[in-house]
Every structure is written in structure tokens, then in C-alpha cells.
């Protein structure tokens, strides 16, 4: 269903006026329509004004097809994508006062009578098609100092991509791929084998066309997260190859941007060019300018990739607790035959995905020989798995059969989610006794608390300088990252309960990991986020914040000068 700019009006007098520095839809700044109508003819006509999505559900609106469709798709992630407004995480579709427009679990037989406002959801969105419209709408919020925001996919953990009575870019179909393998940066004078991709491009998109490409690339391990979005300029930490290659954001995998700045310049980032903006694009977040073609480092095909994922299942806790120690004592040596893994577990089971890439023919082992690194596990008396190996030609291959699909499986959408992550240090797994306090942790979360352990660090992350990228140091001396999702059953916005545990995990995770955290997975809560996301990298990054962007155009919660400029 397509709406113009003015279906809305009729909601208009439902937002609830936001106690921020940003000109909202109620106050007396914000554009008249006759400004809307003008700015709308600039952008060829993409401006939307979308009503909230569930309101086909109630009374005034009822759409008895249209609601069910929605109701049975709400979890499912290419269908959420292509709504312009909704995020991934639905309690970020309410605002402050948990108003908004709930969708149902059950299709109701009559419309429902309760409160259908547009709450968290953009009141407008620029659905662009190129850069120049980007450019148009950035000046243009800038001009009326609106709520700028600038939406992917929507995959964020704390709320960036969305906001109450928020001016949103779009930038989903912004999909273009090329290979260029003679590319040479701008203003550079060595050359390099890439593959191009625009804004709206997603990690499954990224990895098919190095499959066509005969190469691979880092990307993230979730199939719909925008490979040219949030994804990079937040660190890119979380991905398949990143030990092999480096993060996402290392000179060795992104080496320009192509970019739409605070002030509307069309321009580009890269170590010959604006190098403190390609600087603080590479994990600063979306703070400095607006990301529209982002070029990764297109490295050689594997000779072959092995994988190995499933579930070990205990029958007694003990057994359970048994199979938690023994998965830590044996680090590091399991993750020495792999590239990267990710470890999920949560009473009475134990998820892992691991995967390895060989470079070169005379390295390739038998997918049994893989299977077998993990006896320790798959033999453990008292536990049942359903763990396999598999071995495949290419990545692309193996990402479609079993990566992607694994790591999706856990990557729940349309509910209600925060969640708070750590950085794990290799000094804490080098001794006993720090090992010793990882499996206790994990061990002591009450039942149905999930942990999951992106072992994502070591490699080629670890050798790059902690100042040469914006993310926290403690990455390069990491194993990986810990992350602890807290759900709720509520259509609403966060809920009280959710508040107390994450506040309680938070506190009992600083105690094991430290305060380190990843930028793209943490939440609103995080009390020093300018230090647990970027330590001492932090003053640099405001400098420049200061410097690309003085009026505080790109805002959002949680980003570089949001304790500045608000958000």
C-alpha cells in the first residue's frame, strides 16, 4: 500500500510533542505544505507520509486481508524491509510515552478499538532512488533543523533508524553491485580489485556477487543487514571472515566511500581524500556523513569452505553446566581449525556455527576431519546433538546452505528486543581462572537467557593499530564479543521487566567482560557509551563530528555529539 506525503494529517495531532532540539511535525518551524510540496517536486516525487503500518487492523481503517497478510508476516524480515516506516525491533516503533500502533499475534475477526498513533515511526520519508535526492533532503532538513534520520533495512538495536516525528532517508533502493578490478581511489595512485555496492545493499546480495565474481569479501553474518549501511560504519566487527580479513571497517576490506555530507556536498572518503571523514567513517557510526557506495577489497575465492553447525541438547543440568566448561576450557583450540564461529546457548542447548575458508588447494581437509574437532562436545555422555559438516566449492555456497541460514534462524524479527553486548579480551580466556569465570557467568543466567558468543576476534583483527579505526581498542585484543538479548511477548514498547534485567545482565557482565562494548549490538541503557563503544578513540571522533558537521544535521541516539547536539 503506497501513501503520499498527505495521508497523514489526520495523525498529525496525535504526536506527542518530544522534548528535543530537532523542529517536530507539531511545532510552529517545522515546513509548511506548501514547503513539503516544493521539496517533494526537487526529489522527483519520493517523499511519503505513511501512516502507521498496523493500521489496517483498526476500526476507521480495517482491512480484513490487508491485516491478516500483515499479522502473518510481521516476523519476517525481506517483508518488514519493504515497509517504508517499520524497524526490526517493533518496541523501537513507540515513543517515549509507549504510545504507537501495536500489531496483533491474531488476526482479529472485528477491527480493534485501541490506539493506533504513529508513535517512534518517521512522520516522513524521503524514499530515494539516487544520490542527488539525498543530497536534496539533507539540505532541506537541515534547512528546517528537523529530526534527520537515515533508514536501511532497519536492523538496530537501539532505535537509530527510526524516531518520533523523524524526517527519514531511505535508502533501500540504492541496490547497484559492480566489480571493479582495476579500481583506483580517488585522488590515489595504487589501484585495487572491489566490489562496489550501493546503500540499500544486504550481506546475502554482497556474498552472491562475489560468488559471480570469483571472489569473497567480509560482510556480517545475518542474511537482510545492510552491507552498505549500518552495518560498516559501525565497525562491521560481526562476520564470517572477518579474522581472516579484518573487520569490515580495516583499510584491508573497505578502502572508500562515496558520500553525502551534513552540508549536501556529493563527495568521497578515502585515505588519499577527506581521510579524517573516511577516518571516522570506518566505526564512528552514521555521525559525519551519509554513506550512498561503499567499495570493499574483493579478496581471492577459496579453494574450498567447510562448515560445521547444530545443536548439542543435555538432559540434566549438570550435564548442561558440563558441557558449558568443557566448551570454554577448550578454546582456543577448537576456533585454531576454524576462520570464525558463533556460539549461542540457553538451558538445556548449545548452538554453534563455525565455518573455515581455504586459500589455497593443498589446505583443504575432509568436512569429517572438521566434525571431529568438536568430539568434545558431540561425545559428552548425557547429550544429544545434531551436529554436521559440510564442505563446498565456494563461500557463496556455503553462506546460502548453511551459514546464512543458521545464523538467520537465531536472528528473530518484529518483536520486542534489547539487548547489551562485551568485548571479550584474549587475556581473559588465556588463564583457568578467567575461562573458569566465562563458563560460570554463562552457567549462573537464569533459564531462557540466551548467550551468545561471536568468536569474530584474533587474526587479522588483532593486527591493526587500536588508533588506526574508530572502534573501541579492545577489539584488537579480543577473542570476540559477547551478546545477551532480552525479549518480551509485548506488542508495546519496552517493557519494565526488560528494563530490570538488562540492568542486572549489564552489571553482571561488567564483572567477567569489562565495559567494552560493540557500537551496532547494545542498547539506550549503556551509561558511558562514548567509552564503551569508542574509548580513546572518542575525542578524535567529536573533533571531527565538530568539524564535518557543526550544526549536528545527522542525529540519532547513542552517536558521535548526540550528548551535544541531542538526538
Given at each position: 500500500?503506497?501513501?503520499?506525503?498527505?495521508?497523514?494529517?489526520?495523525?498529525?495531532?496525535?504526536?506527542?510533542?518530544?522534548?528535543?532540539?530537532?523542529?517536530?511535525?507539531?511545532?510552529?518551524?517545522?515546513?509548511?505544505?506548501?514547503?513539503?510540496?516544493?521539496?517533494?517536486?526537487?526529489?522527483?516525487?519520493?517523499?511519503?507520509?505513511?501512516?502507521?503500518?498496523?493500521?489496517?487492523c483498526?476500526?476507521?481503517?480495517?482491512?480484513?486481508?490487508?491485516?491478516?497478510?500483515?499479522?502473518?508476516?510481521?516476523?519476517?524480515?525481506?517483508f518488514?524491509?519493504?515497509i517504508?516506516?517499520?524497524?526490526?525491533?517493533?518496541?523501537?516503533?513507540?515513543?517515549?510515552?509507549?504510545?504507537?500502533?501495536?500489531?496483533?499475534?491474531?488476526?482479529?475477526?472485528?477491527?480493534?478499538?485501541?490506539?493506533?498513533?504513529?508513535?517512534?515511526?518517521?512522520?516522513?520519508?524521503?524514499?530515494?532512488?539516487s544520490?542527488?535526492?539525498?543530497?536534496?533532503?539533507?539540505?532541506?532538513?537541515?534547512?528546517?533543523?528537523?529530526?534527520?534520520?537515515?533508514?536501511?533495512?532497519?536492523?538496530?538495536?537501539?532505535?537509530?533508524?527510526?524516531?518520533?516525528?523523524?524526517?527519514?532517508?531511505?535508502?533501500?533502493?540504492?541496490?547497484?553491485?559492480?566489480?571493479?578490478?582495476?579500481?583506483?581511489?580517488?585522488?590515489?595512485?595504487?589501484?585495487?580489485?572491489?566490489?562496489?555496492?550501493?546503500?540499500?545493499?544486504?550481506?546475502?546480495?554482497?556474498?552472491?556477487?562475489?560468488?559471480?565474481?570469483?571472489?569473497?569479501?567480509?560482510g556480517?553474518?545475518?542474511?537482510?543487514?545492510?552491507?552498505?549501511?549500518?552495518f560498516?560504519?559501525?565497525?562491521g566487527?560481526?562476520?564470517?571472515?572477518?579474522?581472516?580479513?579484518?573487520?569490515?571497517?580495516?583499510?584491508?576490506?573497505?578502502v572508500?566511500?562515496?558520500v553525502?555530507?551534513?552540508?549536501?556536498?556529493?563527495?568521497?572518503?578515502?585515505?588519499?581524500?577527506?581521510?579524517?571523514?573516511?577516518?571516522?567513517?570506518?566505526?564512528g557510526?552514521?555521525?559525519?556523513?551519509?554513506?550512498?557506495?561503499?567499495?570493499?577489497?574483493?579478496?581471492?575465492?577459496?579453494?574450498?569452505?567447510?562448515?560445521?553447525?547444530?545443536?548439542?541438547?543435555?538432559?540434566?543440568?549438570?550435564?548442561?553446566e558440563?558441557?558449558?566448561?568443557?566448551?570454554i576450557?577448550?578454546y582456543?583450540?577448537?576456533?585454531?581449525?576454524?576462520t570464525?564461529?558463533?556460539?549461542?546457548?540457553?538451558?538445556?542447548?548449545?548452538?554453534?556455527?563455525?565455518q573455515?575458508?581455504?586459500?589455497?588447494?593443498?589446505?583443504?581437509?575432509q568436512?569429517?576431519?572438521?566434525?571431529?574437532?568438536?568430539?568434545?562436545?558431540?561425545?559428552?555422555?548425557?547429550?544429544?546433538?545434531?551436529?554436521?559438516?559440510?564442505?563446498?566449492?565456494?563461500?557463496n555456497?556455503?553462506?546460502?546452505e548453511?551459514?546464512?541460514?543458521?545464523?538467520g534462524?537465531?536472528?528473530?524479527?518484529?518483536?520486542?528486543?534489547?539487548?547489551?553486548?562485551?568485548?571479550?579480551?584474549?587475556?581473559?580466556?588465556?588463564?583457568?581462572?578467567?575461562?573458569?569465570?566465562?563458563?560460570?557467568?554463562?552457567?549462573?543466567?537464569?533459564?531462557?537467557?540466551?548467550?551468545?558468543?561471536?568468536l569474530?576476534?584474533?587474526g587479522?583483527?588483532?593486527?591493526?593499530?587500536?588508533?588506526?579505526?574508530?572502534?573501541?581498542?579492545?577489539?584488537?585484543?579480543?577473542?570476540?564479543?559477547?551478546?545477551?538479548p532480552?525479549?518480551?511477548?509485548?506488542?508495546?514498547?519496552?517493557?519494565?521487566?526488560?528494563?530490570?534485567?538488562?540492568e542486572?545482565?549489564?552489571?553482571?557482565?561488567?564483572?567477567?567482560f569489562?565495559?567494552?562494548a560493540?557500537?551496532?549490538?547494545?542498547?539506550?541503557?549503556?551509561?558511558?557509551?562514548?567509552?564503551?563503544?569508542?574509548?580513546?578513540?572518542?575525542?578524535?571522533?567529536?573533533?571531527?563530528?565538530?568539524?564535518?558537521?557543526?550544526?549536528?544535521v545527522?542525529?540519532?541516539?547513542?552517536?558521535?555529539?548526540?550528548?551535544?547536539?541531542?538526538?
Amino acid at each position: 500500500m503506497v501513501y503520499t506525503m498527505f495521508a497523514l494529517l489526520s495523525f498529525l495531532v496525535a504526536i506527542v510533542t518530544a522534548a528535543a532540539p530537532y523542529c517536530l511535525p507539531q511545532d510552529s518551524c517545522f515546513p509548511s505544505a506548501s514547503e513539503l510540496t516544493a521539496f517533494n517536486a526537487s526529489v522527483s516525487g519520493r517523499l511519503l507520509a505513511p501512516p502507521p503500518y498496523g493500521q489496517v487492523c483498526y476500526a476507521g481503517f480495517f482491512d480484513l486481508a490487508a491485516c491478516a497478510n500483515l499479522v502473518k508476516n510481521k516476523m519476517n524480515e525481506p517483508f518488514r524491509k519493504t515497509i517504508p516506516a517499520a524497524v526490526q525491533y517493533t518496541n523501537y516503533e513507540f515513543d517515549q510515552d509507549g504510545d504507537g500502533c501495536p500489531v496483533p499475534d491474531t488476526v482479529p475477526s472485528t477491527p480493534l478499538t485501541g490506539e493506533c498513533v504513529l508513535g517512534g515511526l518517521a512522520t516522513y520519508i524521503v524514499n530515494v532512488t539516487s544520490v542527488q535526492q539525498i543530497s536534496e533532503a539533507v539540505l532541506f532538513a537541515a534547512k528546517y533543523n528537523l529530526r534527520l534520520r537515515v533508514k536501511n533495512t532497519g536492523h538496530d538495536y537501539t532505535g537509530r533508524s527510526t524516531g518520533e516525528g523523524a524526517f527519514t532517508i531511505w535508502t533501500h533502493n540504492l541496490d547497484t553491485i559492480e566489480h571493479l578490478p582495476d579500481f583506483q581511489p580517488s585522488q590515489c595512485y595504487s589501484t585495487s580489485d572491489v566490489i562496489a555496492i550501493g546503500a540499500g545493499v544486504v550481506n546475502e546480495d554482497l556474498y552472491a556477487a562475489g560468488g559471480k565474481f570469483n571472489r569473497t569479501t567480509v560482510g556480517g553474518f545475518y542474511t537482510g543487514v545492510g552491507a552498505g549501511g549500518g552495518f560498516i560504519v559501525g565497525g562491521g566487527a560481526a562476520g564470517p571472515l572477518q579474522p581472516l580479513y579484518g573487520m569490515g571497517i580495516d583499510t584491508a576490506d573497505v578502502v572508500q566511500y562515496d558520500v553525502v555530507k551534513a552540508d549536501g556536498c556529493i563527495t568521497t572518503a578515502n585515505a588519499c581524500q577527506n581521510e579524517d571523514l573516511f577516518f571516522a567513517m570506518r566505526g564512528g557510526g552514521g555521525a559525519f556523513a551519509i554513506a550512498t557506495r561503499t567499495y570493499y577489497m574483493a579478496h581471492p575465492a577459496f579453494a574450498a569452505v567447510n562448515t560445521v553447525a547444530g545443536t548439542v541438547t543435555a538432559n540434566s543440568t549438570e550435564v548442561y553446566e558440563k558441557m558449558i566448561q568443557e566448551l570454554i576450557k577448550h578454546y582456543p583450540g577448537y576456533i585454531q581449525n576454524f576462520t570464525s564461529g558463533i556460539v549461542e546457548t540457553s538451558y538445556p542447548t548449545l548452538a554453534l556455527s563455525f565455518q573455515i575458508g581455504f586459500q589455497a588447494a593443498s589446505a583443504v581437509v575432509q568436512a569429517s576431519e572438521s566434525l571431529a574437532v568438536f568430539g568434545f562436545l558431540t561425545s559428552l555422555p548425557g547429550t544429544n546433538n545434531t551436529v554436521t559438516a559440510d564442505q563446498f566449492p565456494t563461500f557463496n555456497e556455503a553462506y546460502t546452505e548453511v551459514i546464512g541460514p543458521v545464523t538467520g534462524a537465531g536472528g528473530v524479527v518484529g518483536v520486542d528486543l534489547i539487548e547489551t553486548s562485551r568485548i571479550v579480551s584474549e587475556a581473559l580466556f588465556s588463564t583457568e581462572a578467567g575461562r573458569t569465570s566465562v563458563s560460570d557467568f554463562i552457567i549462573s543466567l537464569p533459564a531462557g537467557q540466551a548467550t551468545i558468543l561471536q568468536l569474530i576476534g584474533g587474526g587479522a583483527v588483532n593486527k591493526v593499530s587500536v588508533n588506526a579505526t574508530p572502534v573501541n581498542p579492545a577489539f584488537r585484543s579480543s577473542v570476540g564479543y559477547v551478546d545477551l538479548p532480552v525479549f518480551s511477548t509485548s506488542n508495546g514498547p519496552v517493557t519494565a521487566q526488560q528494563n530490570t534485567t538488562i540492568e542486572a545482565l549489564m552489571a553482571q557482565a561488567d564483572t567477567v567482560f569489562g565495559t567494552n562494548a560493540y557500537y551496532n549490538e547494545d542498547n539506550k541503557m549503556e551509561p558511558d557509551f562514548t567509552t564503551a563503544y569508542w574509548g580513546s578513540n572518542y575525542p578524535r571522533l567529536l573533533r571531527i563530528k565538530k568539524t564535518v558537521d557543526p550544526n549536528g544535521v545527522l542525529s540519532a541516539p547513542l552517536y558521535v555529539g548526540s550528548e551535544i547536539y541531542g538526538s
